[in-house]
């Protein structure tokens, strides 16, 4: 997928599986992907169903597969811009993806979601601002996950979340070999 200009949906692309369908070497790059909620709605305006659910995100692999990449995308209005969320606990996982040289922005939660059952996902060189938080990753239940050499501004900050945050982690829940390494996050 490269060079799409994705706007106004709730999932600007998505690698969806319920079973163990794979999504192998796919590359998508230079794309801009944009969402259009309401920038006066609050949090739990976002995680309601009325008008519409705008618990949106760029770009999701939910399917398993190896060697696929995200790079020079450009993610905003999103309320996760970047995740994986293989909820599947039995193989075949996510494995070998690589998400670099993204610009990520206007998040109105993470702008980049690590979540379940992966492998040897690698993230890094990324420009990340205007953002709640850089990196959420729970659970973690595999890994390993690299975060590094991103470049990150956290400054968004609302009564519902409190201040930006570089990363996130959700009390209680396992984080098993998740990395991070040379990141400017302030």
Request: glycine share 8%; hydrophobic share 30%.
């Amino acid at each position: 997928i490269d060079g799409c200009t994705i706007r106004f949906g709730q999932r600007g692309i998505w690698f969806k599986s319920n079973g163990s369908d794979v999504c192998n070497d796919n590359i998508i790059e230079n794309c801009t992907l944009r969402d259009n909620y309401e920038s006066t709605w609050t949090f739990t305006d976002i995680k309601s169903i009325t008008p519409k659910k705008m618990d949106g995100l760029g770009i999701i692999q939910a399917s398993p597969g190896t060697g696929n990449i995200f790079r020079y995308n450009d993610c905003s209005g999103f309320y996760h811009q970047i995740a994986w969320q293989r909820t599947q606990s039995a193989a075949p996982y996510v494995d070998g993806t690589l998400c670099y040289g993204n610009t990520i922005h206007d998040s109105r939660s993470d702008a980049i979601s690590t979540e379940e059952y992966f492998e040897n996902l690698e993230i890094f060189d990324n420009y990340i601002y205007d953002v709640h938080v850089a990196f959420a990753f729970t659970p973690v239940r595999l890994g390993p996950v690299y975060f590094y050499r991103n470049r990150c501004v956290c400054d968004k900050s609302t009564t519902e979340t409190g201040d930006g945050r570089g990363t996130q982690r959700s009390s209680g829940d396992p984080v098993d070999q998740v990395y991070i390494y040379h990141n400017t996050i302030f």
